[in-house]
Structures are given as C-alpha cells and as structure tokens.
C-alpha cells in the first residue's frame, strides 16, 4: 500500500491524530501458521469476533509522520486527554525528569499511566516506575493506541487514568529511513532526526527479523530572554499586605518590568546582624544600608561587578521578593531558564522470530535506549544569603568605615549569583535503559490461543548536580581576614563563627567545618564578581559531586490462555486466564559528599528497595442477544485481576461493561471498574531528599530560598484505589447512507474517575500557608522555626522570614473525582465522487471536556476537629475546559497538506492549590490575600501545517517523499507567564524539513 493510500485509510478509519477504537477489531493478513491471535488494547480476549467496551484511541504510523516531532511522548501530549508535561520540547522546570517523555492522561500525573509495549509492561526509568516513551524508535513503530480509562483489571497496577500502548512492526519487509532537521524562526532551538530500520524473512520463510534505530537531539536552546515577551520580564509580583493595602493593590500582581528586589549579582546589602546572635538587628539610619518600604526591609546599598557601592533602584511597586519599574536586576529574572532542555537520545531495538512448529512461534526482543541532557533550569538562581563579618578585608572602604562609625557587627549580603555559585538546580543526567522480551506463542485444541512470555531489563540513571555549595567550603570561603602581609585569606576554623549560618544545611562547630571543608581554601569576595577559583572551591570537592547513579532492575514473567469456552445462540463465549510475576528493585548511590550532606542542597542519599509482585487475572466476554428488532448485538465483557505486593499486600482489581449494537450504524458502550496505582520506589523509601526553592511567609510578605527542605516517603502507605465509570455513544453510518454521509464518524463517551487515599505530598507553601493562616496543627509540625520565632510570631510588620527548614512526607491524603466528556468527529469526503474535484478531504476533530477535577482534603482543625477542603481544578491550566485537536487534510495523488489546530480554553489561574480572585469575580477585594488584578487568561490557539510530496512512489514499495513542517504558522507568543502555564507554545514559529526514503 502507498504512503498516501495508508493515510487515507488511517485518516478516514481512525481520525484526527487519533480516534476511538475501530467499529470492530477485524483481523489483518495472517502472517504466520499459528491461529491468529488479534492484539486488542484494553482486553486480554484477543477474539476477532470481539468488540471491546472500552473507549480506546489509536495514533497510526503516518500520523506520528505527519506531526514530524522528534519524540513520541511530544505526539501524546497532544491528544486533548493528555496534559502537556515532562517531554523533549518542554522544559520540566526541574531536574530530574529533563528531557523524559513521561505520558500524563487526564492530568492525574504519569504515575497514573500505564505504558505497556504490544502489550507488556517495560522496565521503568526513574525510581517514581515510569517509562520514557522515547525509548522506542519510530522506525518500528506501527501504530499507539490509548485506553481512556482505568485498565488495571487487564494490565495491572498503575493504570488508573489509562493506559499507552507501542505496537511494533513485527514483519517489516525490506528498508525504511527517515532525516530532518528544525530550526526556529529565530534561528534558535535546532533539531536533528534520523531513524532507519529494516525487515526481513529468514529460513526458507520461518523467520523474521527486524531492526531499527534513531537518534535525535536538541541544542542551541535558549532561555526566555531570547524571547520579545521574556525581554519585557513577566513575573507574579506578590505583595506584602502592608504594601498592598496602601497602594490599593490586590495582593498578587501580574506584571512586565518586573524583577528580583532581595539580591543582585553584585550583592545586596540586606539586613544588618548582631555577629554573636545571628539576628537581624536595624541598620543605622545614617548609613543609607537598607531602606524600609512598606515594612519590608529592603533596598540599599548594592554593588556593581566590581564591588563598587551604589544605590540600588527601587520600583515603584515592591514585593517580598519581586519589584515592578526597576532595571537594577535586568537579565535576573528566576524564569531565566531553557525554553526546552538540551539533549541528545539513541533508541535502538531489534526483534526476531521463528516458527518452531505451525502451531507454535518462538520470539525475542532487545531493546536499547540512551539519553543525555542538561537541564539549566534556572539559570538565575533565588538569592544566596552571605552573612559578611565587620574586618573583612573585601569590604569596600567607606562600607566598613560606616559600619565601624555606627558599631555594625555583621551585615548580610544578597547574591542573585549568575557567576555561577549557588545555583542548585543544573543537573547533568544520562539515562540508559537495556531491556528484552522473549516468549512462546501458539495454539491448543485448534481454536485456544496461549503465550508464555519474559522479559529481563535493567536501566541506569546517572545525575550530577552542578554549581551546589559544599556547605562547609561556603563557611570556610566566606569567613576571611588579613594575613601578615595584609592579603585576604581564609580564616582559621578555630574562630570561624559562621557555620551553620551561611549555608543553612551545613556544620554547627569547628570540629565539623575542620572534618568537612576541603584543603586550599579560596577566599571569596561577595561584593561585585567573585574570582573563579572562589566559586570552584566551593562547588567542588575532592570526595565527589551532588549526585547519584540509581539501578532499576525488573524481572517479569507471565503465561496466559485465551479462547472460547462454549458456544451460546448469540455466538462463543470467550474467555482468557493468567498469572503473572514481577520483580522489581531500585538500588541508588550517591556519592560520598551527597550521602553525608556536604552539599548545601539535593545530596540525593543510597538506598535499596525491592518488590516481588504476584498476580493472576481472568477476563470473559458473553455475547447475550443477536438480530432482533432494535438489538443488532448486545456483549457483556467482565475482568477481574488479584494483585499482591510484597511490601503493601493484596488488592482486588475488576472490570465490567457491556456493548448494544442498535444498528449496523449506531453502538453504545459503557465500563465501570476498580483500578490501582501502587506506591512506587521513592514514596516508599524512608530515605530523604532534599530539594530548594523560594518561598514566602505570608503573613510578613517575606519570600527567601529555602535550600534543605526535606521530604521523604512513606512505607505505611497503600495503593490508591480508583472507582472507574464510562458510558458512550458512536454513530458511523454505513455505505446506505450514501458516499458523503457514509463517511462521516462521531462518538461521545462520558467518562468519571473517583480516586480515594491519593498519594501525595503537600506543597511546601501550602504547608507554610496552612500553618501560618489557618493555625492548622499537622502542617505547622512540619515547619521548623528560627530561633524565637513560631507559629504565632508574626505581624504584618514583623519585616522578617523566619523559617528555616521544612519537613515534608507522603501520606494517602487525598481523594480526587474528575469527570468528563470526550468527543471525536470526523468525516472523508472523495472530492472526485462527490463535487468532481480532484482528491479527497479528511477532517477530524478530537475533544475533551472536563466537568470537574475536584480534590478533597482531609484537615484537623486547631480545635481538634477534621474537615475537608475541597477544590475543583477545572479551568486551570492543569485541566483546561475544553481541549482540542482539530485536522483538516488534503490528498491529491502524491501531494497531501495538513492543517492542525490545537485549542485550550481559557483559564483560571491557580496559585498552589488556591484559585486567585481578579476584578471579574463578584467576591474580589484587594483585602483578600488570594486577590490578583488578572485572575483568567486567554485560550490558547496553535496553527500547524504539514506538506509531503511524493518525488518518487513505485509499484514495488520504493518510495522517496520529501516534507515541510511549519509548527506554530502564526508564531502567537504565550499570553501569561510560561512557568505558571505550559499550555502555551514558547519556542514560537518553527521550521523542519525532511526526506523519508523505502526501499522492498
């Protein structure tokens, strides 16, 4: 079949970039002697006579050809069930997970997707047990179909929201190849692609093998201020109450021009300090070292790249970390980071097969897959604080003569550090993943299919963590004083009073600073630009980087039998039964530094886990009525699925769900089950990791960084249950309706997914916000307090932070419903036939509605009594209203042209777990502190165009075809702050261009 013939039988069968499950599984040309065994998604029957309830949505090869993307998991991110995440062409805003393709159906998050490969379970990538979908290469990639809906009754735990599933080219003939390349209108953010497989039969017939590979990479990226729209400095500027209370401003402000107000490169003087007590004392007014606005002490004094004092510029409105009309920080900005992560990826997997008997098929399957990025995610870092003592020979002269004029101990310099020191949040990673498959396959009793099947796989994970402080380098570098000869050098430990100071997760004595800091101490220089060798001795140490390698191992095996049980009136009663085993472990190392803390932030720890999985699972289908009046055909369908795990124990997972034919032309379908998702490896691991960002008290209006917060997992915890229910509709007329209408398809499925004892941890501002605004007593234990400061400490005009460390851990706390619509509508029209025009139109329009995705908290009050809090997300940028995939094609001989549109509602914004309030909802006041002056965004609308030509289409399958993409036609620019929203494009208009070339 030629490229273009495919297309249009894809198009036409399964729509848009995807479309529900075919009307009916019908079963393709037999390549082997063993009984046909038809790969359905969603069921273990593999009846041919069999339509499965399930709604079930399938992207075909030429459709992943005509998007061009360089990974498959990018193509899954844009099915509107799906939510943008994790991928090769969008930053993670993190660091671990940089550059995976990690699916996320529905918005519950990729631990909630099952990724299944022809229908078995890979070895996992990251210790959360998720798989990387672009370890498998497109060059053997048939087809991938989605179950909408929870799918563990078949496959098992994980498949709460639904379940991804790769099937391959099992029996390629002859050689395929496929090279591009991309590159953004600005000349920025370049691609590569090249993949090529090949297939072939072997043993006069009784073989085949197969072989394919591809790699990919993405460099040259940039961050936001390439950008017209990241030059102008977009940020969420919120506002002390204080502040926003005299200027008659809401609490949080959307704003350009806006920009870091608490440390600057150069270094800021922050705050003045008893050097005896560590706390925060007032500047003399004479000096001019701090100005007070608003109750925030801020401002001052700064310095530039050489450490020359100045003033520093205050904008006319100023936040507890962010001020609006200043350019003293330009180019400063937190959101300074990668539009996409750089990377570079192998995938490569090779497939062979064999006929031992006609009734039996031996096979194997080796899969590799590689991966290195980047990940600068921010790289402008939040302020570094750096308490700098009075006699410090750096201190610029008429500094110190103030200090010492006005009996200044201490002051505290703010470092917004671009030069490289502090930063926390590079990381260098490589993945490698090398897994196989290999089983039996064959029939029994004629007409009983049986597979008995294993796979062995092992991936690593390497991370270095770059620019962290060694906490006891920063003490030591910081603390400096004059040597004989008058030099600045490092200070003896002996008498270095800033340890556990400076570094905020680092030595309390001496004794520790002396047993911790590396030899050949560079002094550091706070003000202006450190020197090099400052910050590369205290990024480094000889005992190692802040980072890890992690081994995940899995073991699997499983045999499974299916065929009909007996016949009834209706037809065979199918039925299959299995059993299955799995054995999974994670076994991370950090290395030395990390394991004992020297590190200021991550120090990812070393800790072994394993899990045996047992598992035995049934699932039946009973056709009940055929050919009466107004029943074409009614199916009923039931699974079920004992699943017992070695650290949680046993649950109960099932299935039912029926079909009605009314018509040839009209079916209606419905599902109700119990899904699982299990713990994975790092919410169970009691082991800590440590993580930094920025955070505000909300009560003071104060933002800092906070670079140790703690959190940890939980091995009391149990696997989240998951109440599954669909119901649908689908119309496909037939042939009698005529050549136009027969053409068109449409189906509606409600959908509702109840999740009860979620697994989650509460957000590190969501913890300081529950404790300090609501008093509630559980979060509050998670918060440690400065010296003297507690739950009840603060007032508005209290001007300080006062939080040094959080504790976080996760619990089944939560319960979540979302429930829904999705729709898919297409229609082909054969313009010849029709209107007698040349070619043939394909339209197709893919949905997704979301009624309600609402959490429920479980909270005990400060007088003892539980109550629950609930938020409904819907129209939030993690679940939109309404989400799109609109395709309009053009077949004309060997030209085709694609036209897509993607669309997301507008939407509210959402600040933690909390809806802000803008001018347009009747309950806004500036005196609310979820008040914002822009609470709802503009939908957004994407434009993309595909044309291939076909310079060359043979008889005998040769092929050339050359293709031309333009992604984002209009170059629209995001309307909002692209860390808040990722339903917006950032790169802007983009080209590729490539060439695919066949050969029999």
Request: hydrophobic fraction near 40%; proline fraction near 7%.
């Amino acid at each position: 079949m030629s490229r273009h013939a495919s297309l249009y039988v894809s198009a036409s069968a399964l729509a848009l970039l995807s479309s529900h499950a075919a009307w009916s599984q019908m079963p393709g040309p037999a390549t082997m002697t063993v009984p046909e065994q038809v790969l359905i998604t969603g069921s273990l029957l593999g009846a041919a006579n069999f339509a499965a309830p399930t709604p079930v949505t399938q992207v075909s090869e030429v459709q992943v050809e005509t998007r061009a993307l360089t990974g498959i998991g990018t193509l899954i991110e844009e099915l509107p069930f799906a939510q943008p995440g994790s991928g090769l062409t969008r930053n993670t805003n993190g660091i671990v997970a940089a550059a995976q393709s990690l699916p996320n159906l529905r918005g519950l998050g990729s631990n909630d997707t099952l990724v299944l490969i022809d229908g078995m379970r890979p070895t996992p990538i990251n210790a959360t047990n998720n798989f990387d979908t672009d370890m498998i290469p497109q060059s053997l990639l048939d087809r991938f179909e989605v179950v909408t809906t929870g799918a563990s009754a078949t496959y098992g735990s994980d498949a709460v929201a639904g379940v991804v599933n790769f099937i391959l080219k099992d029996h390629l003939e002859g050689f395929t190849s496929d090279a591009r390349a991309g590159i953004s209108q600005r000349g920025d953010e370049d691609e590569s692609f090249f993949s090529a497989a090949y297939g072939t039969t072997l043993l006069d017939g009784r073989g085949h093998f197969v072989i394919g590979g591809e790699f990919a990479n993405q460099f040259n990226t940039v961050n936001m201020y390439a950008r017209p729209w990241g030059r102008k400095e977009p940020f969420l500027v919120s506002l002390p109450a204080g502040e926003a209370k005299a200027l008659g401003l809401p609490f949080n402000v959307f704003s350009n021009n806006a920009e870091v107000d608490n440390g600057t490169q150069g270094g800021l003087i922050t705050a003045c300090l008893n050097p005896a007590t560590r706390a925060a004392v007032a500047c003399p007014a004479a000096t001019g070292f701090t100005q007070n606005v608003n109750g925030t002490t801020i401002g001052g004094i700064t310095f530039d790249k050489s450490g020359n004092p100045m003033p520093f510029q205050l904008g006319s409105i100023v936040g507890g970390s962010y001020q609006i009309g200043s350019t003293a920080n330009y180019g400063a900005s937190s959101l300074n980071r990668q539009l996409s992560p750089p990377y570079q990826r192998w995938a490569g997997l090779a497939r062979f097969e064999y006929d031992i008997t006609p009734d039996i098929v031996a096979y194997a399957m080796v899969n590799y897959g590689e991966l290195e990025s980047n990940d600068p995610s921010q790289g402008s870092p939040f302020p570094t604080n750096i308490e700098v003592l009075s006699g410090n020979p750096f201190i610029p002269a008429p500094i110190q003569a103030a200090m010492t004029a006005n009996k200044v101990g201490a002051i505290q310099i703010s470092k917004e550090n671009l030069d490289g020191l502090g930063t926390g949040n590079t990381a260098e990673n490589k993945n490698i993943l090398i897994q196989s498959f290999f089983g039996l396959k064959g029939s029994l009793f004629g007409n009983w299919n049986w597979d008995a099947e294993g796979s062995a796989g092992r991936a690593t994970v390497w991370q270095a963590f770059l620019n962290v402080p060694v906490s006891a380098n920063l003490d030591s570098a910081a603390y400096v004083v004059k040597d004989a000869n008058g030099n600045p050098v490092c200070g003896p430990a002996a008498t270095n009073p800033l340890p556990f100071v400076n570094s905020g997760n680092g030595p309390a004595n001496a004794a520790q600073l002396t047993a911790q800091a590396s030899p050949g101490c560079v002094p550091y220089n706070p003000f202006g630009v450190p020197s090099a060798a400052s910050v590369n001795y205290i990024n480094v140490i000889p005992t190692g980087p802040d980072g890890s390698e992690t081994n995940l191992r899995q073991y699997m095996g499983q045999v499974d039998l299916n065929g009909p049980l007996f016949n009834l009136p209706a037809g065979p009663v199918d039925f299959a039964v299995g059993g299955n085993y799995r054995y999974n472990s994670i076994d991370q190392r950090g290395t030395i530094a990390a394991v004992e803390a020297l590190y200021q932030t991550r120090n990812p720890g070393s800790f072994f886990l394993n899990q045996s999985v047992y598992e035995a699972f049934s699932e039946i289908g009973v056709p009940v009525l055929r050919d009466l009046p107004f029943i074409k055909a009614i199916d009923l369908n039931a699974a079920g699925r004992y699943t017992n795990y070695s650290i949680t124990g046993g649950v109960y997972t099932w299935k039912y769900g029926a079909t009605w034919d009314v018509f040839d032309w009209l079916r209606l379908r419905g599902t109700r089950s119990q899904d699982i998702r299990a713990p994975n490896f790092t919410e169970l691991s009691v082991v800590p990791t440590s993580s930094a960002t920025n955070l505000q008290n909300p009560i003071t209006g104060i933002s800092q960084r906070v670079s140790n917060i703690q959190t940890t997992g939980n091995p009391s915890l149990q696997p989240e249950i998951s109440q599954n229910l669909t119901g649908g509709i689908v119309f496909q007329p037939t042939a009698d309706f005529g050549p136009i209408i027969s053409g068109f398809r449409a189906s509606v499925d409600y959908y509702r997914i109840r999740i009860s004892g979620q697994i989650t941890t509460v957000a590190a501002q969501d913890v300081i916000n529950r404790c300090l605004l609501e008093q509630l007593p559980e979060f509050c234990n998670q918060i440690a307090f400065a010296p003297g400061f507690g739950p009840t400490s603060f007032s508005p005009t209290s001007g300080v932070f006062g939080i040094t460390n959080l504790h976080l851990l996760d619990v089944n706390l939560n319960s979540e419903v979302q429930d829904g619509y999705d729709i898919n509508i297409s229609q082909r029209v054969p313009l010849d036939s029709t209107v007698g025009a040349p070619g043939a139109l394909q339209f197709s329009a893919l949905g997704s509605y979301i009624d309600q995705q609402t959490t429920y908290q479980s909270v005990v009050n400060k007088n003892g009594s539980t109550t629950v809090t609930r938020t409904n997300f819907a129209d939030s940028f993690q679940a939109p209203r309404w989400s799109w995939n609109v395709n309009l094609t053009y077949l004309l001989d060997r030209f085709t042209a694609n036209l897509q549109m993607r669309y997301y509602s507008p939407i509210r914004f959402l600040q933690g777990t909390a809806f802000n309030i803008g001018p347009d909802d009747p309950n806004y006041s500036i005196s609310n502190p979820l008040s914002i002056n822009r609470a709802i965004w503009p939908s957004a609308i994407t434009w993309n165009l595909a044309f291939t030509y076909d310079v060359i289409q043979e008889p005998n399958g040769q092929d050339l075809q050359v293709y031309f993409n333009i992604d984002n036609v209009f170059d629209k620019s995001p309307p909002i702050i692209w860390w808040y929203v990722s339903n917006y494009d950032v790169v802007g208009r983009f080209f590729k261009i490539g060439i695919r070339y066949s050969l029999p």
